[in-house]
């Protein structure tokens, strides 16, 4: 389930309060004080038959004496009583339930995961949907709901906080609400026995009434459903994550807490930089963010002017922006000039722009007032030291005067404030807060949050981004793999010979160094005897995955003699440090020349939350120690690849330096590609490791390999977190005149062809297609349409000429699920010198046919009333038709699967 029956949770128009109360203090009379006093309108229904009425409404002495079903239950008794509840709920006819009893599996309890069973049992029949249980509760300020014991009600506002934690939100609603920040929901998952935050992801993307949404995160129980989710939400509005256990003691402390094995926390972190999400590490972070969005618009670009009265804390800003990535806006010259004319002959001269410590409120308005009007500026951060010769006051009126003044010029600008002291700058906090002008106690807290706002930008951007396409010839022998994996399983081994390895790596068109195996010392030298360079001895063992360790490595042997005398003493040596290991013989391989080379690792692990996880950074036999690495879950193109790359410190050294040559940074990338393939097509893979990865300026070499692997009985692609490219659904298709073209789902590479197929479209053609006139197609839309979350959309594609450079699309069919998968919206497209050809039913059959295949209970389209060539298509399937009320120009096709 995602979002079914949530809109009874948080639009109900009844509400039942199951163990209401007048004991003091306790949970109960909480809730009840909550739940009356909050404004909500609808009838509110306490029941427990140990009282006559709490706060003066009459009780009810259980569920059956209900006058109607509650569309919302909020459920205080004890937990061994919980599941009948959610029975009887569910039979009269209630669809939500919130449960903040506590007891169930949050502390590794049998008897309470075995309640929790019992719960989501009890709900499943009548799909009830529970939040909870042992959870605070949930707040929709906009309709007067407060399901919740929390200590103060939030205000209205159009932020969005979900976390699991009841402690968390307390804090962060006693923070906001002092400031004057609303939500349009509060809402605390508990347990998340049901709800989650993928639900609340996609319920939350589609409210109106919600323009960001926080996320206190302690582990994540669906990646899959949380990607798909998450990577919507962000293309739609900001979303903000902290993640609690960042360490392993913190991650333990979490499981504990909530009854699940939180993951890596580098893992968490590569899933949350895939989906767009904007991680913030600790909650100061999160109240700046808070803050920002509730009162600062989007704004681009990381370009920052600083107005100060005192230099010094205009520079301490400064090195806070640098440090952090951001940059000093290089003002022009007409801003230039019109500073120079209201401001005293001493001010500075440039950016910070530092109006003298003697400034009164009118040269803070004239000086922000030329900032504003200044295009190389996208933020201004206005910073105040106290001083005897003016109030901090009158200089923050004077800001909010300018701010009101000019409102169409700040609305395109992030405006910023920091008032630093206490007493004497708490009034003009207090006057920004009133006025929706955020404010900061320090500069660098500040300049911390222009940078969360510009990484989340940086981040969208990214993801707009078209990447460049994968070399067509790249085509794996999943079949020579599939071979030697089936082989290793079968004598029941976890782990693949460095040969075995290395053919699977070539297999891959991943280059490996030449690899030969000796049984024997005397084997060994016979076979460096027959290479013209050095060799590399390396032991070979089931049992020894770093052979350096055990001295099973040596390297630079130059004849035959001492091969077969390095092999004797590593037998000795291993011997002595793994007496146990079973010993079978010997690899032998040239020395490759390292001459401007550097040590990479690639590699693959499975993370028990997300799936595969891809990994990069500095190699070699001090991988640990230097510590260099990033993470990032596949499936990979040559652009996320790239983004890897570029978050290590290693780049820099592969981007050539002081006259060394730079590497081949697109074979790395590919490589890298290339391993996340073999991720998402061989699910008895599940840990690969690439070390050293040798890369120079005329590519890479594969030095060393190890593959573990493990039974699967499931395909490769159902364990990644996010759906790969489904290559199954690729299919020839030959017209009458004997034109073959390729159907398949689109690509993210795809984005230059749509806008070619765009470009030849008709006036008419585009309306039909959009529903109303288009001149240009944006990158942005562009983008959306290229770039799909194959879980929940999919868009097949006929490309001309595949194969032979870049492809040109004819046109396509495109479907878009609902997250419940009940129904899906599908269009079709066709470039018209294409029509007549069958193409329009093949792509209708083909769409029907998917979705069928995805358990998809109807598939839908709205059509102009005028486009009679997709009505008849549409009847010819058996789609009913059915006028759509708000418009008569249009009608929605409709067909029952």
């Known amino acids: 389930m995602t979002t079914r029956n949530l809109e009874f949770m948080f639009k109900p128009a009844t509400v039942a309060l199951i163990g209401a109360s007048q004991k003091p203090a306790s949970v109960g009379a909480v809730l009840s004080r909550n739940l009356f006093s909050a404004g909500f309108e609808g009838d509110i229904f306490p029941v427990n038959p140990k009282y006559d009425s709490v706060q003066g409404v009459c009780t009810f002495p259980d569920i059956a004496a209900l006058p109607q079903a509650p569309d919302l239950a909020v459920v ?14 569910g039979e009269k006819g209630s669809r939500a339930a ?63 906080f979900v976390a699991q934690s009841g402690a968390v939100l307390t804090s962060v609603l006693d923070w906001a609400t002092a400031r004057r920040i609303g939500f349009s929901h509060f809402v605390s998952l508990g347990d998340m026995a049901d709800v989650d935050f993928g639900d609340m992801l996609d319920y939350l993307t589609n409210d109106s009434h919600t323009r960001a949404i926080l996320l206190y995160v302690e582990a994540i129980r669906h990646a899959r459903k949380f990607m798909s989710a998450a990577r919507a939400a962000a293309r739609v509005k900001p979303v903000v994550v902290i993640k609690a256990g960042r360490f392993q003691e913190g991650a333990a402390a979490a499981a504990s807490h909530t009854g699940a094995m939180a993951g890596s926390d580098a893992v968490y972190d590569a899933a949350f930089r895939r989906a767009g999400m904007l991680r913030v590490k600790d909650m100061q972070a999160l109240f700046d963010v808070v803050g920002t969005l509730a009162m600062t618009r989007p704004f681009r670009g990381d370009r920052l002017a600083i107005l100060t009265n005192g230099g010094g804390v205009g520079v301490l800003a400064t090195d806070a922006l640098i440090e952090r990535g951001g940059r000093l806006a290089d003002l022009c010259e007409e801003t230039r000039s019109r500073l120079n004319a209201v401001l005293p002959p001493t001010w500075s001269h440039g950016n910070p722009v530092d109006i003298i410590g003697d400034a009164p409120g009118s040269r803070y308005a004239d000086a922000l007032e030329a900032l504003l009007d200044d295009p190389e500026v996208d933020a201004i951060l206005v910073l105040h030291c106290p001083t005897a010769v003016i109030s901090g006051i009158e200089a923050a009126q004077a800001v909010i005067a300018t701010v009101k003044k000019n409102e169409l010029k700040t609305s395109r600008r992030g405006l910023l404030t920091s008032w630093l002291g206490e007493g004497a700058a708490e ?33 969208q951007e990214m993801l707009m981004e078209t990447p460049p396409s994968v070399p067509e010839n790249f085509r794996p022998d999943t079949e020579a793999v599939s071979g030697i994996l089936k082989a290793a399983l079968a004598e029941e081994r976890q782990w693949l010979s460095e040969a075995e390895a290395k053919a699977v790596l070539a297999a891959y068109q991943i280059p490996v160094a030449l690899t030969r195996v000796a049984a024997t010392p005397e084997a060994a030298a016979e076979l460096a005897a027959g290479f013209d360079a050095p060799v590399a001895l390396k032991i070979l063992s089931p049992d020894i995955s770093h052979k350096t360790d055990v001295g099973g490595v040596a390297l630079d042997l130059e004849t035959p003699e001492a091969v077969r005398a390095a092999a004797d003493a590593m037998l000795q040596l291993v011997h002595n440090a793994r007496p146990e290991a079973r010993i079978q013989g010997f690899t032998v391989q040239p020395m490759v020349p390292r001459s401007h080379a550097h040590e990479l690792i690639i590699g693959m692990t499975e993370d028990a939350q997300f799936g595969p996880v891809m990994l990069f950074g500095h190699g070699g036999t001090a991988v640990e120690v230097i510590d260099d690495k990033a993470l990032a879950l596949p499936p990979l193109n040559m652009r996320l690849a790239r983004e890897m790359m570029d978050r290590t410190r290693i780049i820099r050294l592969l981007e050539g330096y002081r006259g060394m040559p730079p590497a081949d940074l697109d074979a790395i990338a590919l490589t890298l590609v290339k391993v996340s393939q073999l991720a998402c097509d061989m699910a008895e893979v599940v840990e690969l490791d690439i070390n050293p990865l040798l890369a120079g300026a005329h590519g890479v070499m594969a030095l060393d390999a190890r593959i573990r692997v493990r039974p699967s009985g499931r395909p490769a692609a159902e364990r990644l977190a996010i759906r790969p490219y489904p290559k199954e659904l690729e299919e020839t298709v030959t017209l009458p005149n004997g034109q073959k073209l390729l159907l398949r789902p689109i690509r993210p590479e795809d984005e230059p062809a749509v806008h070619d197929l765009f470009q030849r479209l008709s006036p008419e053609e585009i309306r039909f297609r959009f529903l109303h006139t288009m001149k240009i197609l944006s990158h942005d839309l562009a983008a959306r349409l290229s770039q799909i979350d194959y879980d929940r959309q999919m868009a097949l ?22 997250p419940d998968n009940t129904a899906a919206e599908f269009a079709i497209l066709l470039r018209s010198d294409m029509t007549g050809k069958g193409l329009g039913p093949m792509l209708m059959r083909k769409i029907i046919d998917y979705a069928r295949s995805r358990g998809i209970g109807e598939i839908y389209g709205e059509v102009l009333a005028e486009n009679h060539t997709m009505r008849r298509l549409c009847e010819a399937f058996g789609f009913s038709i059915k006028a759509v009320p708000d418009d008569p120009g249009v009608i929605r096709a409709g067909l029952k699967l």
């Open 797 to 818: 594609v006929l490309a001309e000429g595949e194969g032979q450079g870049s492809p040109t699309l004819c046109g396509g069919v495109r479907m878009s699920a609902d």
């Open 98 to 160: 919130v449960v903040i009893t506590a007891g169930f599996a949050e502390g590794q309890n049998r008897h309470g995961q075995a309640l929790q069973a019992a719960l989501l049992q009890a709900a499943r029949p009548n799909l009830l949907r529970i939040v909870g249980p042992n959870c605070l509760g949930i707040m929709v300020p906009g309709i007067g709901l407060n399901a919740s014991f929390g200590h103060v009600a939030p205000l209205p506002g159009r932020l969005a």
């Open 427 to 459: 009034g003009a906090r207090h006057a920004f807060a009133e006025n929706r002008i955020p404010s900061y106690r320090t500069p660098e807290e500040a300049v911390r949050a222009f940078m969360q706002m510009v990484r989340y930008h940086r981040g």
């Open 76 to 89: 205080a008794t004890p937990p061994d009583t919980v599941p009948e509840v959610i029975r009887k709920l």
